[in-house]
């Protein structure tokens, strides 16, 4: 609003301004003497606006001493990781046992994290995932068989929507070969639990009448293999995904696209309705670690200065997907 503008350029003789990410508020102002942000370099120009931050920008801008304050103590370093009871958590972990050597592009969303389930290799923009598998199978076609290494790229429910597509086509129509796997978990989780186009209702939470299908958007792209099944259904996914490196590597094979579908814990209606299990861990555990080095559910600890595992009841969720990977059966599950 100019009015607005030529009130607070009249009556201030300086004016700070705040804003988050860029300084679109600043550029509106003009007047670059009376003005204090990040075009001035007053607020940094990256970076968060963190309390203590503002806090320092406000006291230099009123002319008051800096305050010091106490070193806060370090938090012990924690690798990000995928929520306790994430579905794709269990995906990438079928993944790994199906796939032990292969070639695994990534793409853009929270399962990135796959990364440190070794399951995700590269990370380049939306949709690259697709674009990536099928060029690193032709790089590899003309190998002897066994030396085409598996090839299994996974993309999230969204993002396939938003990119997957066109790459998806002309992967199919240039006869690469490669697993797809699709985390369909129902939302935009990363950005704050949008919903995608197959979950019937629009972006202002309004129910819509058209519901747009993966599988049916898959099987329109020319893919011939479209398999769906829950990842918490671990002993099933990991069938599943063995029929899928067969088909891929068939004489008449091609993509075979794979459909991880199980909600997204982040939304609260489902983790209301959901089955939660008792979990414990039995005495039967041997502390071998296996599933804190390759499952990786925070909610799965080693008890301090004690070589022994334990399940933090605060963060489980109670999914019982961990029952499935104990090679010892020492987790056990009741409802
Ligand atoms: S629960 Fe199972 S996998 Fe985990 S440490 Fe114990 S025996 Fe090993
Ligand atoms: S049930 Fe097991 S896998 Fe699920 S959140 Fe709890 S500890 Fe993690």
Redesign the pocket.
């Known amino acids: 609003n100019k009015d607005f503008i030529d009130f607070l350029l009249a009556r201030y003789k300086r004016i700070l301004v705040l804003e988050e990410t860029y300084p679109v508020i600043e550029q509106q102002l003009r007047d670059k003497f009376k003005i204090f942000g990040r075009l001035n370099g007053h607020v940094p120009e990256e970076g968060e606006l963190l309390p203590e931050i503002v806090e320092d920008i406000m006291t230099t801008f009123l002319g008051l001493p800096q305050v010091k304050r106490p070193v806060p103590e370090q938090a012990p370093p924690r690798r990000p990781t995928l929520c ?2 994430c579905p794709h958590r269990a995906s990438f972990y079928a993944l790994r046992k199906v796939f032990r050597r292969g070639i695994y592009p990534g793409d853009i969303g929270c399962y990135t994290l796959g990364l440190n389930l070794e399951a995700v290799d590269t990370v380049l923009c939306m949709g690259a995932a697709i674009s990536q598998a099928a060029g690193f199978y032709h790089s590899f076609k003309n190998n002897s068989e066994d030396e085409v290494p598996d090839i299994v790229a996974t993309i999230g429910d969204s993002t396939f929507f938003h990119s997957g597509i066109p790459a998806l086509i002309n992967a199919v129509v240039e006869g690469a070969r490669f697993v797809l796997l699709i985390l369909d978990n129902s939302t935009t989780a990363m950005t704050g639990n949008q919903p995608t186009p197959a979950t019937g209702k629009r972006a202002s939470g309004e129910i819509s009448d058209k519901k747009v299908s993966i599988n049916k958007v898959v099987e329109a792209c020319g893919v011939e293999f479209v398999r769906e099944e829950d990842p918490y259904n671990l002993k099933n996914f990991i069938e599943l995904l063995k029929e899928a490196r067969e088909y891929v590597r068939a004489p008449s094979g091609g993509i075979a696209v794979v459909i991880a579908k199980h909600p997204c814990l982040m939304d609260r209606d489902y983790r209301q309705r959901m089955t939660k ?1 008792q ?1 414990r861990i039995t005495d039967k555990c041997k502390s071998c670690h296996y599933c804190i080095d390759n ?1 990786e ?1 925070p ?2 600890v080693e008890v301090p200065d004690e070589d022994r595992v334990t ?1 933090d009841y605060s ?9 499935s ?1 104990c090679p010892r059966k020492a ?1 056990v ?1 009741e409802t």
């Open positions: 306790p009871g299990l979990v499952f559910c909610a799965l399940i963060i489980c969720t109670g999914c019982g997907v961990c029952v990977v987790i599950a």
